[in-house]
């Protein structure tokens, strides 16, 4: 808590002052989506930072969707959003709504611009409408129509919505200025014709507001005291903020902007990952290689982790790109006392132990984590076969490898000393067994002090260990290339998904249940995957390495 009143954000002054001054009687903040494709990471930002104010200030937060474009939006997208924001620990359906709830309001809305004198309908063409706005440096023109009485735009804007005109042929503006210097007061646009079915209210409307326009509605009708939404929005702010005085709200909300979470070697962005989706680049939106919010689920990242990450990252004014690696960092930090250390091998080797009684078999007792007492103990199976990473045996090491060769003895984790007398290769002249000897002496546990070994490998006992699939992952963006090129493409990455059909698991995991997680010694964090992974064929995804490149 201390460190709270150091690290508080801008908005948190923003907000606070207010306060002060009693100028909301309630702080409402909320999140509205379009309902055009599935949340993701940056997502997750905003929900959290929306959702943290409103709880922090004894206020309401709202989930919207603001589905008021009904060109590409689908009820698919609404239900994985609710999922998806549930999953993130909020309650999404308390103060649930639906930007198109509003279209009388708003229909309302416009009709008492227009009486003020601060709306009228154009009949300029999309393209003349573009001319007469001029650019940045030089001025707009006004159109011919601008000056239509009260009566005759009262007119003409009803039959737009009665159907009497036709797809693109007149709209409904703002009357500002079309010399501003800012553009998007230029006598924008506030409605337009479109024969398009809504998902919600069907074929009720042909004229659907745009979004600079319907947004502050949907604000102000709901009582958000904070607009709170990302930094292209700033030069909108002017027509926000027209839109709510103009209207005459006894409680104008108000926008504020903060900079949008970028990651490197990631994709953000709903089209693009939309784009990836539909061309099957990837499995569906929840691939676990994806940074949407499913993505991340199916992949075994906790809401914790990404809780933690939000925070680390902060709230700013200014655009950068946060180092993927200090994201790798919180989900390992998350889940480092919490899951199960366990056994597994990846790329197998046989290992006969040529000193151990055939058909014998004991259970040696192991911390579940080594840094975590209080998730007790279990027990493995060890026998005369084994199963070892294929890398951690060689025939000819160089300097400073310290696992198995010929002659060299190596610490098995919770086992015993083994000793490498022997191995045997196939007519390809691959190693395909290992021959040991075991020192009883040595027994984890025992106290054994009797001589060091400077390795340590992981392994499990052949007869007793499960077979698994487990696909491990990569950046789907090249590392070595340019995050994008020019046409907005991506330079994909070749290795994003290896898929490892031939590893071996210890017996433990037999009921490990889709989305159960755990950390496999030396190799990282792994998860149970919820669409492919059954109790006969066990698929894990890799959620993590153990390596960290980040530098606190
Ligand atoms: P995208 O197309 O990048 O997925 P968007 O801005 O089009 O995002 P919306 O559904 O319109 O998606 O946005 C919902 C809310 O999420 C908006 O307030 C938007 O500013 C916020 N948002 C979107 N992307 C990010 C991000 N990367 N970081 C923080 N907030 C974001
Ligand atoms: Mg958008």
Known sequence: ??????????????????IEEGVYPKIVTRFPPEPNGYLHIGHAKSILLNYGLAQKYNGTFHLRFDDTNPMKEKAEYVDSMI??????????????????????????????????????????????????????????????????????????????????????????????????GNINMRDPILYRVARVEHHNTKDKWCIYPMYDFAHPIEDAIEGVSHSICTLEFEDHRPLYEWVVNELEYEHPPKQIEFAKLYLDHVITGKRYIKKLVDEKIVDGWDDPRLVSLSGLRRRGVTKDAIKMFMELVGVSKSHSTVDYAMFEYCIREDLKLKRPRMMAVLDPIKVVITNYPEGEVEYLEVENNQENEEMGKRTVPFCRELYIEREDFMEEPPKKYYRFFPGNEVRLKNAYFLKCNDYIKDENGVVTEIHCTYDKETKSGSGFTGRKVKGTIHWVAAPFAIKAEVRLYENLVDENAE?????????LNPNSLTVLKNCYVEPNLKDAKPL?????????????????????????????????????
Not at 1 to 18: A, G, L, R, W
Not at 483 to 491: F, H, K, L, V
Request: hydrophobic fraction near 30%.
């Open 516 to 552: 159960d997680s755990f950390q496999f010694l030396r190799h990282g964090y792994f998860c149970v995957d919820e669409k492919d992974s059954t109790p006969e064929h066990l698929v894990f995804n890799r959620i993590v390495s153990m390596k960290s490149s980040y530098k606190k």
């Open 1 to 18: 808590m201390e460190q709270e009143v150091i690290s508080k954000n801008f908005i948190e002054q923003i907000i606070e002052k207010d």
């Open 483 to 491: 995050q994008s090129n020019e046409d907005g493409s991506y330079n």
């Open 83 to 180: 999922r998806d924001i549930e999953w993130l620990g909020v309650d999404a359906k308390e103060h649930l709504y639906f930007a198109s709830d509003y279209f009388d309001q708003m229909y309302e809305a416009a009709v008492k611009l227009i009486k003020k004198g601060k709306a009228y309908v154009c009949d300029l063409s999309p393209e003349e409408i573009r001319e007469y706005r001029g650019t940045l440096k030089e001025p707009g023109k006004d159109s011919p129509y601008r000056n239509r009485t009260v009566e005759e735009n009262l007119q003409l804007f009803e039959d737009m919505k009665n159907g009497k005109v036709e797809d693109g042929k007149k709209v409904l503006r703002a009357k500002i200025d079309m010399a501003s």
